[in-house]
């Protein structure tokens, strides 16, 4: 029902900024948590980032204070705004939704394909 594609990634040095973007397309009225996660070479995916609804914000320790989630005017795009990144930070951002199924904590997910960032030191 939803697609995501991500993009904005690329190779920056320790202390630069990127904006991520989500182009998202199809029936995203379903969609009530938006997010990003990432994944670094060799660890699992993580969550960095989640946007609900509501309004109300989360994020990994490590990103507080240096990233920032929000979505567009038009509702279909999904920033990830990137300040002070940190060699840390290298990893594949995939763009997340989720869909809450009617009185019951469950859903779907939807997961965009990725966009890498690099930060050198």
């Known amino acids: 029902q939803v697609q995501l594609v991500e993009s904005g990634g690329g190779l920056v040095q320790a202390g630069e900024s990127l904006r991520l973007s989500c182009a998202a397309s199809?029936?995203?009225?379903?969609?009530?948590?938006w997010g990003w996660y990432r994944q670094a070479p060799g660890k699992q995916r993580e969550l960095v980032a989640h946007?609900?609804?509501?309004?109300?914000?989360d994020y990994v320790g490590a990103v507080k204070g240096r990233f920032s989630i929000s979505r567009g005017s038009a509702e279909n795009t999904l920033y990830l705004q990137m300040n002070t990144l940190k060699p840390e930070d290298t990893a594949v951002y995939y763009c997340?939704?989720?869909?809450?199924?009617?009185?019951?904590?469950?859903?779907?997910?939807?997961w965009g394909r990725g966009t890498q960032v690099t930060v050198s030191s």
């Open positions: 946007l609900h609804n509501s309004g109300a914000t």
């Open positions: 997340y939704g989720w869909a809450a199924l009617p009185g019951m904590d469950d859903g779907f997910d939807f």
């Open positions: 199809g029936d995203i009225a379903v969609i009530d948590t």
